[in-house]
């Protein structure tokens, strides 16, 4: 979530100012690592790593092939050189002894003294003795070595239990320091210098994956080495760097977790199964990682590969819907010995053959609501772990979304002082019950993306599945809130959109307006001036959409909308983009999210005829475009770095021929939008700190599927239907679209974001801004049918079979109005009417569409053609087809009606 102009300066003063009092305070710090007594450097055929002489941890991690690169966050060494301060080769642990009535926690970081080095030899770089830099009742004794194992840079700590009791090993972690400190930093500086990790947190086949902010090559995995296993991931709290908008913070690899379950996070439910391992007099364990050189990020599979890793493929990803049938592709050199599923009743998985004979294939029939945990043994004795979300069929799903946002956010109060009423407000979850007021001025004030979020998902849901019900709430909140509340007429044919309807003014209020439990003495609890702000371009997307959206319903169905007719909404919706350029010209010069319904506005403009509305609006977009395409990396915004703008700087780059931004925007989109054998990483975009401005739960931490990821799988999958045979593209796009559904509740509330921190692992308690991330879900949904030369034939948003030369998918996506056949090029998309199946000829190319019956809102389908074989096809029934304004017609009869499309 974005904040306003004048707001953000003051924002920025405060947060800038607190970074730096708190990095001087760092660099005044005593520095214990002893720096000044030398740093050594090792060659490795990879990489060029620099230890810091007295502490043998990493001051450099260099590839070769990208020297002047650093992986960790080197340049700030001096900085970061006093105790607390994590760095890359430091050892947390939490130990227990017979007599000991809790864990007593150690670790290398907190009062550093210098290790005792032990003398290299064979394939060792450099090995230390820990001893000396942990406390004094440490019982166990560490070793660490930095050594080349098959000319593999590895990280090893060896432990030695040389006491006569045993000792309990309840948590053992490894800080994973790489560079995504963007402290000071340009967008552009920190695209080419910083970088982004993610992590697989899948046992014994877990990995972390460290990618480069601009998506280009090199990348680096960490693996685990001998029998450590990537049991959790913790952030590391304790750190004092200070964490904000520039530094999500640092995070600990996992190996043993079992004395943080009993404790911090007793109350959640932890990605594994919690471990400790009890080291008995005279014994010694060994964990450790490799450090493993990689390409781009879409090259990470090839390298595990040829690391002889299991790799694991999801189709349609790891949210899965209980009506599809999925399929998991495993390839590693052993087979599977066996799978469990935790809990038992929540997935089957079946054997199946697949087209590759070194793939092992299953099908995967989802059946219990909620997250479920795959656990594969292989015959060699390695354990890899899939971690799904299984949902409710799209349909159920969105249903119930739309419902939830209409009835339980449904706001009626004809004595709001501040004008609300009718509209759809934020709601608290945990409370059951309506957000009328915050101290985050937004979040109450049914604008913004905090506040906006609950009617703009609403409103995006009547394009996925339109409700007559719903939809007449719907025009009520327009005509009586949105249009004269919300936005507000100035000046001829221009609209502009206040930040918020609510707002903290106590002196002009009746008394006991507001709460006395709220805490309202800070920058985010707007007065009413800053509320009624016009500048803020951010806001003016979700206004556009809402009228867009109903436009549709009026264009395209009978009787849905009553209170406008199409040209009203359509043009509204233009205005809206008119009035942003006149009142908020400022951010316009940022991508905004949901700004790719400017491009859907203008392509609807140009259908129906309004030639100088759809000029002058290009017009205006090229303007922002050419902007862009001066500029290195095109997606910068208020923030010092930021995701949310990518989605319509691709489009717009795309669409006037800027390709080779198009083409920055989507590798940068890669380099932070992982593909993961888990739901929660599987297309996860990267956001970090719009809990502050969305959530109930408000801290700096990796969100799990917040809007970015269904808006960034815009441009990617807007790219994978330019280039069909991309695999990656689709897998990563499609998990951005399911995975922001993957977090509405059965009863349809959708929280803003799902809580990465292990402490938690829950859906946030409000819903904040989720309504952008489902605007994307509602562009974005569609079945996807492609020929995989590894997998074979693929659906994703479908179920599907083959029978002799046919290819035949059922859908199962709610909507049922987007296809795209892959080797077809063809890309089919419905105003109105429902596809039901489709089926495609391998020898013919012919294509048939079973189409849904008449109802009373859908009495005809419309549909468009787009792609590399569209204008090659004759269409049958020719007779009731008819073309006009680029989209054919069709009337529905009460049964299922089929469109046959053959190659001339």
């Not at 719907?474 to 000046?491: A, H, M, N, S, Y």
């Amino acid at each position: 979530m974005r904040i306003t102009l004048l707001v953000i300066s003051l924002l920025f003063v405060g947060v800038l100012s607190f970074a730096q009092s708190h990095w001087e305070r760092l660099a005044k710090a005593p520095s214990t690592l002893q720096i000044e007594q030398g740093i050594d450097t090792y060659r490795t055929p990879e990489f060029i790593i620099k230890l810091v002489r007295a502490s043998q941890t990493v001051a450099a991690l260099h590839p070769n092939s990208h020297p002047a690169f650093d992986f960790t966050p080197g340049d700030s060494l001096k900085v970061r050189s006093s105790n607390g301060l994590y760095h890359l080769g430091d050892l947390n642990l939490r130990l227990k002894q017979p007599g000991d009535t809790a864990w007593k926690s150690f670790s290398t970081a907190t009062a550093r003294k210098p290790v005792a080095a032990i003398k290299a030899t064979n394939s060792v770089l450099a090995g230390a003795d820990l001893t000396p830099t942990f406390a004094a009742d440490m019982p166990l004794q560490v070793q660490r070595f930095w050594e080349l194992k098959n000319n593999k840079l590895v990280l090893r700590f060896v432990l030695h239990n040389a006491t006569k009791q045993p000792v309990e090993i309840g948590a053992l972690g490894m800080p994973m320091i790489f560079n995504n400190l963007i402290e000071r930093r340009t967008l552009e500086q920190a695209h080419v210098q910083n970088v982004f990790y993610d992590p697989y947190i899948g046992g014994k086949a877990g990995y972390l994956q460290v990618t480069r902010l601009n998506g280009h090559a090199p990348s680096l995995l960490v693996l685990p080495e001998a029998n450590t296993s990537f049991e959790a991931y913790n952030p590391l709290l304790d750190d004092p760097t200070p964490r904000g908008i520039v530094f999500e913070g640092f995070y600990e690899w996992m190996a043993l977790s079992k004395a943080y379950a009993e404790k911090e996070w007793k109350q959640a439910d932890p990605w594994n199964k919690p471990t400790s391992i009890i080291l008995q007099p005279g014994e010694t364990t060994t964990y450790g990682v490799q450090l493993i050189l990689s390409g781009t990020p879409r090259d990470i599979e090839t390298t595990l590969r040829k690391n002889n890793r299991p790799v694991a493929i999801g189709i349609p990803g790891y949210v899965v819907p209980t009506n599809v049938k999925a399929k998991l592709f495993l390839e590693y050199k052993s087979p599977v010995q066996q799978i469990e599923v935790a809990p038992k009743e929540a997935l089957a998985l079946t054997k199946i053959t697949a087209t590759d004979k070194s793939i092992q294939a299953y099908a995967v029939a989802a059946k219990l609501f909620g997250r479920a945990r795959v656990t594969i043994t292989y015959k060699d004795g390695m354990q890899q772990v899939v971690h799904y979300k299984v949902i409710n069929p799209e349909r159920k799903t969105i249903e119930a979304f739309g419902n939830f946002s209409t009835t339980q956010q449904w706001y009626d109060n004809k004595n709001d002082p501040f004008h609300r009423s009718p509209g759809i407000i934020t709601y608290d979850y945990e409370k059951q019950q309506q957000v009328d007021q915050d101290n985050r001025a937004w979040i109450a004030g049914l604008s913004d993306e905090g506040g906006a979020g609950g009617w703009l998902g609403a409103m995006m849901k009547q394009l996925v599945l339109p409700n007559k019900t719903e939809i007449e709430k719907l025009e009520r909140f327009v005509d009586e809130t949105l249009l004269g509340r919300i936005q507000v007429k100035e000046g001829p044919q221009q609209y502009g959109v206040r930040k918020s309807l609510f707002y903290y003014e106590p002196d002009s209020m009746p008394k006991g307006t507001y709460s006395s439990a709220i805490n309202f003495k800070t920058w985010s609890a707007w007065p009413l001036k800053e509320a009624n702000n016009l500048g803020r371009a951010y806001n003016y997307p979700h206004v556009a959409a809402a009228y867009w959206v109903l436009y549709r319903m009026a264009r395209n169905h009978k009787g849905l909308t009553t209170h406008h007719n199409w040209d009203w909404y359509l043009e509204h919706a233009y205005h809206t983009i008119t009035g942003m350029m006149e009142h908020a010209p400022y951010y316009t010069q940022f991508g905004l999210m949901e700004g790719s319904v400017f491009y859907f506005i203008l392509k609807d403009l140009r259908a129906e005829g309004k030639k100088e509305f759809a000029d002058k609006l290009e017009a205006i977009m090229k303007k922002r475009a050419i902007h862009w395409n001066k500029l290195e990396f095109p997606f910068g915004s208020e923030m010092p770095w930021d995701s949310t703008g990518q989605e319509e700087v691709y489009i717009w780059c795309l669409f006037f021929g800027y390709e080779d931004k198009a083409t920055v925007t989507l590798n940068a989109i890669l380099g932070y939008m992982p593909t993961l054998p888990s739901w929660a990483y599987n297309g996860n975009a990267r956001r970090y700190w719009d809990f502050l401005y969305g959530g109930k739960t408000q801290r700096i931490e990796r969100m799990i599927h917040h809007y970015g990821s269904e808006l960034n799988a815009i441009p990617v999958l807007t790219e994978y239907r330019r280039k069909p045979e991309d695999l990656y593209l689709l897998r990563v796009g499609y998990g951005g679209v399911l995975g922001g559904i993957a977090n509405i509740t059965e009863d349809g509330f959708a929280p803003c974001a799902f809580h990465a921190f292990p402490a938690t692992l829950k859906n946030d308690g409000i819903n904040g801004d989720y309504g952008s991330g489902f605007y994307g879900y509602a562009i974005n949904t569609a079945t996807y049918i492609m020929q995989d030369k590894k997998l074979g034939w693929l659906a994703f948003g479908g179920n599907l079979s083959e029978k002799a030369a046919w290819v035949n998918v059922d859908i199962t996506t709610a909507a049922q109005r987007n296809i795209f056949i892959a080797p077809a090029g063809l890309w089919i998309t419905l105003d109105a009417g429902q596809v039901n199946a489709v089926a495609y000829n391998k020898l013919t190319k012919e294509i048939r569409l079973t189409l849904a019956p008449a109802d009373a809102h859908t009495p005809t389908a419309y549909f468009r053609l787009e792609g590399t074989t569209a204008a090659a096809l004759t269409y049958k029934p020719e007779g009731s087809l008819s073309l006009e304004q680029g989209r054919f017609s069709l009337p529905l009869a009460d049964a299922i009606t089929t469109v046959v499309l053959k190659p001339q």
